[in-house]
């Protein structure tokens, strides 16, 4: 998930380093700064800290890096500053700093920030071609610095021991922790060896230094630029996020004009080809706006305003070639209090040949899954910053924060977070398709009257042709004997629609269990045989049910074996939008292998 074709890694780890820096921030009233260092080196000093981690990859047959064994080095240096640290009891297994090091899966994030599911660090070892990263923090809390490191080799017998997949940069073992370094002389010859900022105490800078050696050459200072303008642009326009790459700055002053130099290195194609409109959009929405949309509640059906004043009014500016901005805003109830939240929309017409923009930001970090899938001629940027909107939608994110879900265990963490139901996700979710249709004007009914001159009209007065009498032959012939058609095959399943999904159920006519059934589910495009992809969705992300049955998928197939009459199976979360084509072929007396 974090090593795409659409989202390489070189990708999601300047998305995963950024969010944990703005997750951290300290002070407010200032901005977050990230800074990537590239260094090469001979190994020296170096490999005093990598050895060790390097001889295990050898003994395990893992790859060596290129440069290892002529002593030389490359490293990237990720340091943060306004930032808190890593916190959390250097003691305790389950505290935010062994969290961090060693609990991955796990969290102790409330849902507010950008981050929350206790995996996406995984991008800075993946980043590593030796799987390595250390750290070092100045914590704010106690001002004491830490350091530590992991690398991930093969779990093996070393001697007498029985060693993990995973080694760390530390001391000793102490029960379920270990006991890190943590003599000044260490702590100096980390930060000397690696080029860190040394967070001195007496400056009352606090931060954390992450260093990845031998990182992949897909890793560079241009995609590193261009990764951060298209998934953090509001974040640096509103003053939130500086990002220091090299000897380039970029923050609210500089962005338009580095933006043009690093654009070709932007993944996203709408983006690179329109990159100064895509920043005077989000310019439009960060400068606000008094106009507003207003829903009943999160279920309601933005078409249904599609006679207001202020609505006709955004289409004829729209059709006019003008950039608009409103707030949409709705009820939403977490812990039996309602609060109107609402979110900022700015659409403009795309220019000719160019494809369309199509960007929600959460708190200044793109989704770029949520999107539309018919994006015509509109460029759409929607900013969504209020809480707890922005809590309740981080609770529906996948695991790498691209899109939003509907599963079960997103309907029970926003259930156990004491928000009501799913409907605002959907709202949401499909605001890309709606607003687009909103803010299109409704095509006029055809004139019939073009075609006159073209085809003959018949004339109504014109004597008509005489219909030729039935065969009398027979004037009372006998009554046409009535067959009884056969009885046709009973299947074994049968289907229920449900609002998000089906449910199949034994039939109760059908009488030669067990059976195999195989299920294939596309959404319908009016053709024959309608085409899936996985951005359609994917079995693993719905919300499957099963009773007395051995359900399995790949792709968009669905198998079922033992399938008996008390059998059923249900899934659910499919985009409520779109009509789905289900194919069921059942096997009668089919047995369990």
């Known amino acids: 998930m974090f090593d795409r074709v659409d989202y390489p890694y070189s990708e999601t780890f300047v998305r995963e380093a950024i969010q944990n820096s703005l997750d951290a921030r300290l002070d407010m009233t200032k901005p977050v700064v990230i800074r990537f260092s590239f260094h090469e080196d001979r190994l020296g000093k170096r490999g005093a800290f990598l050895r060790q981690a390097m001889e295990h990859r050898q003994r395990a047959n893992l790859p060596v890096p290129t440069g290892w064994a002529s002593e030389r080095i490359k490293w990237i240096v990720v340091e943060d500053s306004n930032t808190k640290g890593l916190l959390g009891d250097l003691k305790d297994r389950k505290g935010d700093f ?45 001002k004491a610095l830490a350091a530590c490191g992991m690398s991930v080799l093969k779990a093996d017998q070393y001697g007498s021991d029985f060693k993990s997949t995973h080694a760390y940069l530390a001391e000793s073992e102490e029960n379920s922790i270990y006991r890190l370094h943590d003599g000044a002389d260490f702590h100096a010859s980390l930060v000397d060896a690696f080029r860190l900022s040394p967070y001195p105490q007496d400056a009352n800078l606090t931060g954390l230094s992450l260093v990845i050696p031998f990182p992949h050459d897909e890793l560079d200072e241009d995609g590193i630029l261009a990764a951060a303008i298209d998934h953090f642009a509001p974040a640096i326009l509103n003053g939130t996020l500086v990002v220091e790459v090299g000897v380039d700055r970029l923050d609210k002053d500089t962005i338009k004009q580095v933006a043009p130099c690093v654009s070709q290195h932007i993944k996203s194609k709408p983006v690179k ?60 109830t977490k812990s039996g209090q309602t ?73 029970t963490k926003l259930a156990d977070a004491g928000f009501d139901g799913i409907h605002v996700k959907r709202l949401v979710k499909s605001l890309p398709d709606d607003l687009r249709e909103f803010l299109t004007e409704e095509s006029a009914e055809p004139d019939t009257s073009v075609w006159e001159g073209y085809f003959s009209v018949p004339d109504p007065s014109s004597p008509k042709k005489k219909v030729p009498k039935p065969n009398e032959k027979d004037p009372n012939p006998d009554p046409p004997t009535v067959v009884d058609p056969p009885p046709a095959n009973a299947s074994a399943v049968t289907v229920d629609a449900l609002e998000d999904g089906f449910r199949l159920n034994s039939n109760v006519d059908y009488t030669k269990f067990p059976a195999l059934a195989d299920v294939t589910v596309a959404y319908a495009d009016g053709s024959g045989k309608p085409t899936w992809s996985e951005y359609d969705f994917r079995f693993e992300d719905l919300e499957i049910l099963s009773e007395n049955c051995t359900p399995s998928f790949t792709d968009n197939r669905l198998r079922i074996q033992d399938w008996v009459s008390s059998s059923m199976i249900e899934v659910r979360g499919f985009d409520t939008r779109r009509e789905l084509d289900i194919r069921i072929r059942t096997e009668s007396n089919a047995s369990a292998d």
């Open 273 to 332: 080809g329109g990159t100064s409109r895509y920043l005077a959009m989000i310019d439009a929405g960060l400068a606000g706006s008094k106009s507003a949309i207003q829903l009943p509640d999160a279920k309601a059906k933005l078409a249904d305003h599609r006679e207001l004043p202020d609505a006709e009014r955004y289409r004829e500016k729209l059709a006019n070639g003008e950039t608009i901005a409103f707030e949409l805003t709705f009820p939403m």
């Open 339 to 411: 609060t109107e939240v609402g979110l900022t929309i700015v659409a403009a017409p795309t220019p000719y040949g160019k494809m369309p923009l199509d960007r929600l930001f959460r708190e200044g970090m793109s989704l770029p899954d949520v999107r539309s899938r018919r994006p015509a001629d509109i460029d759409l940027v929607m900013l969504i910053d209020q809480e707890p909107l922005a809590q309740y939608l981080n609770f529906c994110e996948g695991k790498a924060h691209l899109d939003l879900l509907e599963s079960k265990e997103v309907r």
């Open 98 to 142: 062994w969290g961090y090091w060693l609990n991955f899966g796990l969290s102790n994030k409330t849902g507010t920030g950008r981050g929350g599911r206790g995996i996406g660090r995984v991008t800075f070892l993946i980043a590593s071609q030796m799987h390595t990263v250390i750290g070092l923090t100045r914590r704010f809390d106690d």
